[in-house]
């Protein structure tokens, strides 16, 4: 016996009417980000291998165990093979573009929204898969253009809390935190490989290695058993300097002024290496052991890592997977559902083959007309018609000889049972009103 084909683990088909609920979010962000004045960027979803392993950082768990990545062979002599990796994340897209096509050279900030798929090679579970959905956003630019003020990263945060509020989400929490400048990042490196140093040896195989070679990743650690070594080490607020206090102490200031809610969380120093001063999530309760609806944060040094101008910038990218299962677990959904399962305004039944053209020339026009129209088949007979369409639409429009000849149809309305004769030139209108609504 052959053997069905399923989708990959860790992926998975979305259908209707879920879909439905994607595209509400999906229209909601691009509605709200248009309020911001940012605009859609649209990366490759590969990219060479090299630029995560430059920006997201070689000691990261995303990089060292969850990529994707194989070798595209020559196809040429003038070719090199090369090693492709399908994107895990999207900044470093964005930052890549940005450099190449010296967007920093408008001299303004650039605020770029994206939404796509992203790859990791991840345990599967709830919440977590292996080709899942980013609704992200960046404001990067040169420093002259004010992308290092603190005025950024609580406008962005304002945002989201925004963003969560008009889709509806309720309960979020927004946890935040300073990771500080690069250099603030190379003393607590050091304040945690020598706090490591009589550690490092009780620990998982991963944390001994990190203590040497990035000791800061040993915070990502997941392993239960080294859980209550890592809550001893020292937090990254004792080693920031004045100018990194002063920037958060700016951004929370704001974002009081605005009334936008958050904690202070000192241990979120987030997955990947590229982040300096604010970093942030916002959780959910609602999500369980995958709890981070999103994340995001400062990314000041990554253009001049990447071989480009100095370029500080911050965003962040939403969870879209995580966003509907929360949305799916309130009860707002109920709404959701009503709306995803509304009836069709009509079914057009063509009566007999021969009627089948006319009935699709029917529904092209009504539809033309903006009117939600299903289209049945002269194969049915009429009582199969008269079945399929009681639930999927409003109204049935019976088309047969006699009507297609006189030009005057027959309507039902499921609602109130009654039936009436429309005149084609009416029909649209008819469609149109509410189905409550008594007709004669
Ligand atoms: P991240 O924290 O790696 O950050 O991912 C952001 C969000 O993507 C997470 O909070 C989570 O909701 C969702 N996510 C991540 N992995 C998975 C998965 N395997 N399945 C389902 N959802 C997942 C970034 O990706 C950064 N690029 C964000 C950023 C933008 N920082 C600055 N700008």
Redesign the pocket.
């Known amino acids: 016996m052959t053997q069905t084909l399923k989708a990959v683990r ?1 992926t998975r088909d979305l259908l209707p009417p879920e879909t439905a609920l994607w595209n509400r979010i999906e229209a909601v962000a691009r509605q709200v980000f248009a309020r911001y004045n940012f605009g859609e960027i649209r990366t490759p979803i590969f990219e060479e291998t090299g630029l995560f392993a430059r920006s ?1 950082g070689e000691e990261t768990d ?1 990089v060292s165990k969850e990529m994707y990545t194989w070798e595209d062979r020559a196809r040429a002599q003038s070719e090199k093979s090369q090693y492709l990796t399908l994107r ?5 897209g ?1 930052v890549r573009a940005y450099i190449e096509h010296k967007l920093g050279e408008t001299g303004q900030l650039q605020k770029l929204y994206y939404i796509g798929p ?1 790859f ?1 090679r ?1 345990r ?1 579970q709830k ?4 080709q ?3 609704i ?3 404001v990067i630019g040169p420093p002259s253009a004010g992308s290092e003020s603190p005025l950024r990263d609580a406008e962005v945060l304002e945002m989201l809390a925004m963003l969560l509020d008009e889709l509806g989400i309720t309960g979020w929490t927004l946890e935040l935190n300073s990771v500080g400048s690069s250099a603030d990042r190379e003393r607590y490196n050091q304040a945690l490989r020598e706090a490591l140093i009589p550690l490092a040896p009780k620990m998982c195989a991963d944390c001994q290695r990190r203590a040497v070679t990035n000791p800061l990743r040993v915070l990502d650690c997941k392993v239960p058993e080294d859980q209550p070594i890592i809550a001893t080490l020292p937090a990254i607020a004792d080693s920031l300097d004045d100018a990194s206090r002063t920037h958060f102490a700016q951004v929370t200031a704001a974002l009081d002024a605005a009334g936008v809610p958050y904690k202070l969380n000192h241990r979120l120093v ?3 290496d ?2 300096t001063r604010t970093t942030f ?2 959780t959910h309760g609602g999500l369980g052991a ?1 709890n ?8 000041d040094g990554l253009s001049e890592a990447l071989g480009g101008p100095k370029a500080p ?11 509907v299962l929360t949305l799916q677990a309130q009860e707002q959904t109920l709404l959701e559902t009503i709306y995803i399962t509304t009836p069709s305004n009509a079914y057009i039944a063509p009566l007999g083959e021969a009627q089948d053209g006319p009935a699709l020339a029917l529904a092209r026009e009504l539809r033309k007309s903006g009117l939600r129209v299903e289209l049945g088949d002269g194969r049915f007979r009429l009582k199969k018609s008269l079945e399929i369409a009681n639930k999927l639409a409003w109204r049935i429009v019976i088309l047969g000889e006699d009507e297609v000849k006189s030009g005057i149809l027959t309507v039902k309305n499921f609602l109130t049972g009654v039936q009436s004769k429309v005149t084609r030139e009416e029909l649209c209108a008819h469609l149109m009103k509410p189905p409550g609504e008594l007709e004669a």
């Open positions: 860790g997201v995303i895990p994340e999207n900044t470093a964005v992203q990791r991840e599967p919440g977590r898969y292996r899942f959905w980013q992200g956003a960046e987030r997955g990947l590229y982040y999530e916002f995958q981070a609806l999103l994340g995001g944060g400062r990314y910038g911050i965003g962040f990218a939403i969870g879209l997977d995580r966003l």
